[in-house]
């Protein structure tokens, strides 16, 4: 099946009042067993090839900035300050954003989204929720917006406020209107506009995926589109002939008097691209360039290096040397051609010296190294700076003040997690198990390499066969791999288990699960649990009492965790779990 976004959009809208339902009868508290499990340490290693090979020289970075699943990038300026934001779909809290000086270094300073009043996605999919989040200031009242698409709710399109990103955002104000991937744009006379996808006009599709961006005059006062102003702007795509599918993600600049109309065209997936368009008004008519795209890898060989694919989705910006700049979602696929890791956030020079902008060697294979602009000094992985290439990430869970990597799926982290007095997370279990398209109580940490090594500690003496906490590799509830502790009778076992949907989501057709092994293990002691990947590759170990890494399962496909076999928009998630609603026997 082929998964779009606008499917998705109208397919869960539909059955929004009954998720509304659902949701109510999802938020009873959380069931605590007698011996709660206690993770005392997670260590996360990076060891793809690529940045073996490609190793930084001191004027060098690396790109993807945002390894992982940071898809959908959306970037302002303000002053000398730069803050972007990505997409986050049902995890919580939602839309992580980030903070630079320099477009090189950047630091998480929280997330747009990170309250249960903003986010409504207690019963929503996996690749449901948060689409598309786009960032802007307007000088006029020295605020700043982020709109964007909740796919859950019964919200629909939504814009939030600040006039301090470091100090958190507003309540959440519903649009009225339409579609997905709304932008907003402030023009010098004050002026504002809302552009965004739509289906076109009642009885005018002319194709499967033929879409519309349309724009509307925004009412700054009241924080709404004004009614009766909205005007299609592009039909289509660059080209309505050649029947362009997917046109989204559409932002407008404004560059010595003229207007600028960028958007995705192709869909998300292989044919992706950026197209840009001009005209002298911000409602147009817009004429396209005659050089789109602007921005693909959908051209060239699958036989070549450190293939980088999908890249579109973009969003302009000036950097500190005047120059301008390009953040955009592509993504790294295995050695299989599967993509495990999700889209990610890519940066590229954007040479603007004629009258349309380009991003610079954006035409050819992408590199996995940029020279820094002058003057900047890498900084990743250092001073809180957001780490890039092959690095090490390492937990003690000292305190509760958790890095803001560490998400949570459907609902905050802080209704199962707390510190136990002598250190150690400890995961309240939820009823739910990983299956449920509830929250579950899972801490979550995205794969950030194709090649990659999680080893934690877990002391836990499960009471039940209801019982069982271990680590879970999470594409979404219909995908993942469960590696925990559990009770059959008397003796406590280990067991790695498999869980896909056979064909598309529909009434009837739920997840089978399968147990890959299963092995008596004695819980006296912590035991180690860890997960070895070498891209397609996955392998599961564990050590008791210390002692040398015994293989369980053998090497599993990591298939399951690819968007190309799960679809939907995110990458495999891996996760510290527990649940007192097992369904797991070994």
Not at 172 to 190: M, R, Y
Request: proline share 8%.
């Amino acid at each position: 099946m082929k998964y779009t976004k606008q499917f998705t959009f109208w397919m869960l809208m539909m059955f929004a009042a009954c998720l509304n339902v659902v949701a109510q009868k999802s938020k009873k508290k959380a069931t605590t067993p007698g011996n709660v499990p206690v993770f005392t340490q997670f260590v996360y290693k990076g060891n793809d090839a690529v940045y073996n090979e490609n190793p930084l020289k001191e004027d060098e970075f690396y790109t993807p900035i945002l390894q992982g699943c940071y898809p959908d990038p959306s970037i302002v300026r303000r002053g000398d300050d730069y803050f972007l934001v990505v997409s986050s779909f049902s995890m919580f809290p939602g839309v992580p954003i980030f903070h630079s000086k320099d477009l090189v270094n950047w630091k998480q300073i929280g997330h747009v989204l990170d309250r249960p009043s903003q986010l409504k996605v207690e019963t929503a999919g996996v690749s449901s929720g948060i689409y598309a989040p786009a960032i802007t200031y307007n000088p006029h009242n020295e605020t700043f917006y982020m709109i964007t698409t909740q796919i859950a709710g019964g919200i629909g399109n939504m814009v939030v406020k600040t006039k301090d990103p470091f100090k958190g955002w507003g309540d959440v104000i519903k649009l009225n209107f339409n579609g997905i991937d709304p932008s907003l744009f402030f023009d010098d006379d004050g002026k504002a506009y809302v552009v965004h996808n739509d289906a076109p006009d009642p009885g005018k599709e002319l194709y499967n995926g033929h879409r519309v961006i349309k724009i509307w005059e925004y009412d700054v006062e009241k924080d709404d589109v004004i009614p009766g102003t909205d005007k299609i702007i592009v039909d289509g795509g660059v080209d309505l002939s050649q029947k362009p599918i997917w046109i989204e993600a559409p932002h407008i600049y404004k560059k010595n008097g003229k207007y600028y109309l960028m958007c995705a065209e192709g869909g998300t997936a292989d044919w992706h691209s950026e197209v840009i368009f001009i005209s002298d008004h911000p409602k147009g008519p817009y004429k396209p360039a005659p050089n789109n795209p602007i921005l693909t890898q959908r051209y060239l060989g699958k036989d070549r290096k450190n293939r980088v694919e999908w890249a579109g989705h973009a969003d302009l910006v000036e950097g500190p040397d005047g120059k301008y700049y390009g953040v955009f979602l592509a993504i790294r696929p295995n050695n299989k051609g599967r993509v495990n890791t999700g889209r990610e956030t890519f940066v590229l020079p954007v040479d603007w010296s004629g009258t349309f902008p380009v991003f610079e060697n954006g035409l050819i294979p992408l590199k996995p190294k940029l020279p820094t602009p002058a003057g900047v000094k890498n900084l990743n992985g250092k001073d809180g700076y957001f780490p890039n290439g092959n690095f090490t990430i390492e937990e003690h869970f000292k305190n509760i003040n958790l890095d803001y990597r560490w998400i949570a799926m459907r609902g905050p982290r802080e209704n199962f997690i707390s510190i136990a007095p002598q250190g150690g997370l400890v995961i309240n279990p939820f009823e739910n198990n990983i299956k449920a398209q509830k929250p579950v109580s899972a801490l979550f940490h995205r794969q950030q390499h194709n090649s990659f090594e999680v080893t934690t500690t877990l002391k836990y003496a499960p009471q039940s066969e209801k019982d069982l906490a271990g680590l879970v590799c999470y594409q979404s509830e219909a995908f993942n791999y469960v590696f925990g502790i559990t009770k059959k009778g008397n003796e406590n076992y280990i067991v790695l288990a498999r869980t896909e949907r056979k064909g598309p989501p529909r009434p009837g057709n739920a997840p089978q699960t399968t147990i890959i092994a299963s092995a008596p293990i004695d819980v006296k002691n912590p035991v180690q649990l860890q997960i070895v990947a070498d891209h397609d590759d996955y392998k599961f170990n564990y050590s008791v009492n210390g002692g040398a890494f015994q293989n369980l399962g053998g090497t599993v496909s990591g298939d399951i965790l690819s968007t190309n076999v799960a679809g939907g928009f995110t990458g495999n998630l891996i996760g510290l779990y527990a649940t007192s609603g097992n369904d797991i026997l070994p």
